[in-house]
């Protein structure tokens, strides 16, 4: 490789290397602003989760139960805990409260399952392209979601407007892919 076309080479290194650490930045920001929406949402407070607190609250669970692997925290263990942490016993909830507390609390456990590993995928143009002119003959195997490289993913769709991004997750007993839109608000979209 000469050294004009080395360099040409060292120029998109930089420029992806750069375009990551902005969706990294971005997923960053779009976490918070998830988790401060649904905390003012749900209970009136603004704040931010403690991911600390969430490590002790999982290792306390997985004492006394079991979940499946591909799930960093359960929505369902979060939603009580969350309920619970804010006085509020799911008893004294209506079904139009309860449903709005188990939506706020689907979206963070989506992120609160990203939070560990801050995993970021983005997609280079060349995949981009041939993935687009990919025949998909057969089903995907739902099997393949129990692979992913981490409990939740943070996926950059440089193609939507503003190069939004979405977080994704496994959530049971399905289990079901969940994603929450970095522009989405809970209350009002279906994930």
Wanted: proline share 6%; with cysteine.
């Amino acid at each position: 490789m000469g050294r004009a076309a080395r360099t040409k080479h060292e120029r998109r290194e930089v420029a992806r290397w750069a375009q990551a650490a902005d969706l990294a930045q971005r997923a960053d920001q779009a976490a918070d602003h998830v988790i401060a929406h649904c905390l003012a949402q749900a209970f009136g407070r603004t704040g931010a989760l403690d991911l600390d607190a969430l490590r002790s609250l999982r290792a306390q669970v997985a004492q006394r139960t079991a979940w499946p692997s591909w799930s960093w925290l359960p929505n369902t263990i979060f939603v009580q805990d969350l309920l619970a942490t804010n006085g509020i016993g799911i008893d004294q909830t209506g079904d139009a409260g309860l449903e709005k507390y188990c939506r706020l609390a689907a979206a963070m456990t989506t992120v609160v399952n990203w939070l560990p590993g801050r995993t970021v995928v983005y997609y280079d143009t060349t995949l981009l392209d041939s993935l687009a002119n990919t025949p998909i003959e057969q089903p995907i195997p739902a099997q393949v979601l129990y692979r992913l490289p981490a409990w939740g993913l943070y996926l950059g769709l440089p193609w939507l407007v503003g190069g939004a991004g979405v977080f994704a997750c496994l959530m049971g007993p399905g289990p079901d892919l969940h994603t929450l839109g970095d522009h989405e608000d809970p209350l009002v979209s279906d994930h």
